[in-house]
């Protein structure tokens, strides 16, 4: 099984709810990773998860905040976000966290402030 | 810093034609670079890995070129097909060889 999945696939919310992504592989791999992509823009990396530590945070707002609660599953909790975070939020994951290693990704969740 | 830039934002290309898309990189060379294909809303897939010593790779009808002196590497399909249509990512290492970041992709339309 080669697949991450993410949920949901869209996502549309208000400046002051909280919601949550979740992103899942089963390809026993150690490092996982969030990017946000705006439209014809390329992924931005926001965080890296090296055997389920944060290991990389780049400079991302505290409104996002990332969680890892075993190897297989990861999570993004998103309060209080501005209309600017509106992007396509994906998921990667590969064997470890180097960059060697392909990085495989999820579909994406589509999220939408309002 | 360590950029890496893809100077074409699309090229169309005749279905049956070979599609070179180029990815330039600043500063030093890294040891390997990543091309990944992304389908519109979804999420890019991995195509190919060249290493600098390696000069060329092959997949199919794919093709990846290094050039340590140019500081460049193209990347080919020959005998393209509509379906090939979709944007095109190099990706470099990056924060201690830790993690990739992305160039901005070029997006590529095959006509029939």
């Known amino acids: 099984d080669t697949e991450v999945t993410q949920t949901p696939k869209h996502l549309v919310m208000g400046m002051t709810n909280k919601k949550s992504l979740k992103c899942e592989q089963h390809?026993?791999?150690?490092?996982m990773y969030w990017y946000k992509q705006k439209a014809k823009k390329p992924p931005e990396l926001m965080f890296v998860?090296?055997?389920?530590?944060?290991?990389i945070n780049e400079s991302v707002p505290s409104r996002f905040s990332p969680e890892c609660p075993n190897s297989s599953l990861l999570n993004l909790h998103l309060h209080a976000l501005q209309p600017e975070d509106s992007a396509l939020y994906l998921c990667?994951?590969?064997?470890?966290?180097?960059?060697?290693?392909?990085?495989?990704f999820g579909p994406g969740t589509r999220l939408t402030v309002t | 810093s360590q950029k890496i830039e893809q100077n074409s934002e699309a090229l169309n290309i005749q279905e049956g034609k070979t599609a070179t898309l180029t990815c330039n990189y600043t500063?030093?060379?890294?040891?390997?670079l990543q091309w990944y294909r992304q389908d519109p809303g979804r999420g890019p897939v991995f195509l190919l890995l060249i290493r600098e010593n390696e000069k060329e790779k092959r997949k199919e009808r794919l093709k990846v070129t290094f050039d340590t002196t140019l500081k460049q590497s193209l990347f080919h399909i020959t005998a393209s097909q509509p379906a090939d249509s979709a944007t095109y990512l190099c990706?470099?290492?990056?924060?201690?060889?830790?993690?990739?970041?992305f160039g901005k992709g070029t997006m590529l339309l095959v006509s029939p």
């Open positions: 990706a470099r290492p990056y924060s201690g060889y830790s993690t990739l970041t």
């Open positions: 990667a994951s590969s064997q470890v966290a180097q960059s060697s290693y392909e990085q495989y």
């Open positions: 390809m026993g791999h150690r490092a």
């Open positions: 500063n030093y060379s890294p040891a390997y």
């Open positions: 998860y090296s055997y389920e530590k944060l290991s």
